[in-house]
């Protein structure tokens, strides 16, 4: 059985740095590509960094390129999301989601972790 | 950046009706177009992946179609658990974008 399970959310002041986990079973995760998708309350879905099977590829949108990183480690199984200089258009639920066969097909998603941006 | 458009924003059908969904890409994407459904309070699922292969365990009266910009999916027979939020995405290119998505309400 396949599983996503995210942490690390919370509530954080603007300008504050949060960092989210994601730790992953029932596949090879050393195989996958990961990626971090998120969607503000009420609306729709925001793709926000991609990290390659090796670590040695890393795509970021727009809006968090130079304030989000991303890291995994195959030896534990977990993918990191790393958030720095948060601004309130950062609220979000922040899912945790595999790759499928081809980069960027989201195949598997976790249930989401809540990161509120408000002083 | 590729902008996905759909259409309608929303519609409301009757059990057993033939709904489908309208998504326009910016940009030629040949036919690397996703389509995924998502419940209230849910996380998305993916229903079809390159425009028209069918998610295992996914029922066969969702299909999908299109390539180059046009796309569309198809519910052949409106049931009351497909009362969802349908969003079209690209995988052609980063960053990977989404359409706004499509609620599907049962009459």
Redesign the interface.
């Known amino acids: 059985q396949l599983h996503l399970v995210e942490s690390g959310g919370g509530v954080v002041q603007p300008g504050g740095s949060l960092r989210l986990s994601c730790a992953a079973s029932g596949f090879s995760f050393i195989a996958s590509g990961m990626n971090w998708v998120r969607q503000a309350p009420g609306k ?4 926000v960094a ?1 990290i390659r099977y090796d670590g040695a590829n890393k ?1 970021f ?2 809006s968090v390129k130079g304030r989000f990183t991303i890291s995994r480690d195959n030896s534990r199984n977990t993918v990191d999301l790393q958030m720095n200089g948060l601004r309130p258009e950062d609220t979000a639920v922040y ?1 945790c989601v595999k790759d ?13 972790t809540l990161v509120t941006v408000s002083s | 950046d590729i902008q996905m458009t759909q259409s309608p924003s929303s519609l409301s059908a009757s059990v057993g009706d033939r709904v489908t969904v309208t998504c326009r890409a910016s940009q030629t994407i040949n036919t690397y177009l996703n389509w995924y459904q998502q419940k209230p309070g849910k996380a998305p699922g993916l229903l079809i992946s390159a425009a028209s292969t069918l998610r295992s365990g996914v029922p066969s009266r969702f299909s999908g179609s299109g390539s180059g910009t046009e796309f569309t999916l198809t519910i052949s027979s409106l049931q009351p658990e497909d009362s969802a939020t349908y969003y079209c995405q690209q995988s052609y290119m980063t960053p990977w974008t989404f359409g706004q998505g499509t609620k599907v309400e049962i009459k």
């Not at chain 1, 499928?100 to 989401?112: A, H, L, S």
Request: hydrophobic share 30%; no cysteine.
């Open positions: 729709g879905l925001e793709w991609f795509y949108a727009d899912y499928g066969r081809w980069e960027g097909d989201f195949d598997y998603w976790g249930q989401g």
